[in-house]
Every structure is written in structure tokens, then in C-alpha cells.
């Protein structure tokens, strides 16, 4: 009887948190970079903050300007249509310029985008340039924000746009050719090797000791990116690592089983072991320093006072009133505490 290949695909764990990489952009070698795309909530984080910026670099610039007029012109010098033409040159400033300036200079970021961590690039990845920058700011005073022709209109076709484009996408996007994506994504917890069943007796049995860290960082490595690799490099790949792992490892495996299938039995059993390490580690901490293991826990209407060190040059018999119950199992084999 020969034992049945499990449904087991490394490297594939799901997202943690249900996110995943659907900015669709490629590198040059036709794999998927895991960047996410940036959505309607995040992006009217972003430009909340922005207009915060804009005000204040708005107030600036009429406090500046008015200092500068009276000092070296005078009051009175210009008419009401000179005034409204700087009133318009500023406006332009502050809604083209700032995020075309921003955009270009600090890498597709304004201050609401890196605040909330998010970026412009064009669409195949690239750095976004002045042209993009500018044809989504003209677009995006038009008929998004503050939207000079048919306000209400354009907001309501601005939303339904973003909301049904796969990578959320505005109208000044897709007149630009560009797209806004998280800068800074969260973490997952990273590829957690899982065993094989019908490799579980086998690896209770193995023989450890050469095994270094460096050829089962490797093997980890190279579980956790299968899904991005093509079939020959990942048929390749594995059957010179487990040629590796097979000569400073033993017994040999049984047969039946593909190579990978053997790298993750090793692999989660490497790491089962340095968990129970870890834990043994703990419970002899625990059990000498009891403030090591758990925190105290202050009860109300007491200050709480911890030694800075054992007093071991104190006595050498433990005191009664200083004993502590330590948790079930963490001192001798009955869970007794010395």
C-alpha cells in the first residue's frame, strides 16, 4: 500500500486578513507584485488631509502676499481687477500646483497620501512625471475636486467610477494613465511550515544535528514562493535542495512522496522541535525568576514593588513568604514547585 500525495501546496497559505495583491502590476519577470491597490476610504483620508495642507498653504500665501504689497507697493496700488487676477494665480497655485509639485518631487506622494501611506505610479509601475501629475490635477479641479463644472454631477460620476474600477481608479487616473496604491502594506505572518501526515512518523525519527540554519532558511524560502516560480524552476529547485537536506539528514524517507513534500516534513519538524525548546527554555526561566514569566498584577489601592534582581546572597533557603505557584508542569516532572 502506497501512501496517497496529501492536499498540501506550499507557499500558498491564505492572506491573513483578506487582502491580497490586486494592483495588477508585473515585474519584468511575469510575476505579480503583492501591492494592493488604493480604495475610495483611504483615498478620501488622503485628500482630507491634503486640504488641510492646501487652507494652510492658502492662509500663508495671503498673509505673505498682503506683507510684501503693503511694504514695497503700497496700499491702494492695484485696482479690484489686478486683485482678483493674483486671487486667480493663487488659486491655481494651490489646487494644480501643490499636487503637481508634491507629485513629482516626492515620488507621487502630497501630504495626505504619505500620511496615510499611499502613492501615485504610472500604470505599468513606473515613477508617475510631470505630465501625469498635471493631467490629473486639470482633470481632477474640472470634474472631481472642488469639481468647477457641474459639481454635484461629476462627484456622483467620480464615485461610481471609482467604485467599479477593478483597481479603483479616478477619472484623473484614467485620463493620466496612472494609478494610486498602499505604500505601506501590513505584514502577514509569514510562510508557518505545516506537516505532511503521512510523513509524520518518519520525521519524529530524524536526526537533526547537521542541519544549519542557512539550508533551512533556504528551504523556507523556497516553500513560501512556489506559487511564483514556474513548474520547471520549482521542480528543479526542489530536488537539489532535498539532495542537500538528504545528505545531512536520516533516516532515509519512505518512497511514494514528491521532494517537496519531504522539504516541508523536515522543515515543520525543525520548527516543532525549536518551539518545544523555546518552551523548555521558558519553564526553567519561570521557575528560577517567576518576574521573567508573567507580569505582576497590581490589585487596586496597592503600589506594586518588584526587586530589581533575586536577593540570592540574602539566604540560601527559599522563604516561605516569597514562594510564588508557577504554572502546572513548568518545575519538576509532577508540576510541584521546588
Known sequence: MTAQ???????????????????GLVSGEAV?????????????????????????????????????????????????ATLRGLQTVGVVLILVGYPVACETLNS??????LAVGLRVVRADGGRVGVRQALTRS??????????????????????TVMLTDPRGRRLGDLAAGTLVIHDRSPAGTGYVPTMV??????????????????????????????????????????????AEVA????????????????????????????????AGTRSVTSTLWPELAAPAVEAPGFALVRPAAPALAQSTVPQPAMARPVAAGAGTPNGSAR
Open 108 to 113: 507621487g506622494r502630497t501630504v495626505g497620501k
Open 247 to 278: 545528505a545531512v539528514t536520516s533516516p532515509p524517507p519512505p518512497p511514494g512522496l514528491p521532494e517537496w513534500a519531504y522539504l516541508a516534513a523536515v522543515l515543520a519538524e525543525r520548527h516543532m522541535r525549536a518551539r518545544q525548546r523555546l
Open 5 to 23: 500525495t496529501p492536499r498540501f501546496v506550499p507557499g500558498r497559505p491564505a492572506p491573513p486578513g483578506g487582502y491580497g495583491a490586486d494592483a
Open 197 to 242: 501526515p503521512p510523513l509524520a512518523g518518519w520525521a519524529a525519527t530524524l536526526d537533526l544535528t547537521r542541519l544549519d540554519d542557512g539550508l533551512a532558511l533556504a528551504v523556507r524560502q523556497l516553500l513560501s514562493r512556489t506559487s511564483t516560480l514556474t513548474r520547471d524552476a520549482r521542480r528543479r529547485l526542489t530536488r537539489s535542495l532535498w
Open 138 to 159: 486639470l482633470v481632477g479641479v474640472a470634474v472631481e475636486w472642488p469639481g468647477l463644472v457641474l459639481p454635484l454631477l461629476t462627484w456622483a460620476v467620480g464615485v
Open 32 to 80: 505579480e507584485l503583492d501591492i494592493r491597490a488604493a480604495r475610495l476610504g483611504s483615498r478620501v483620508l488622503a485628500l482630507l488631509i491634503d486640504i488641510l495642507a492646501q487652507v494652510t498653504l492658502a492662509v500663508i500665501l495671503v498673509i505673505g502676499a498682503g506683507i510684501l504689497l503693503t511694504s514695497f507697493v503700497g496700499p491702494g496700488a492695484f485696482d479690484g
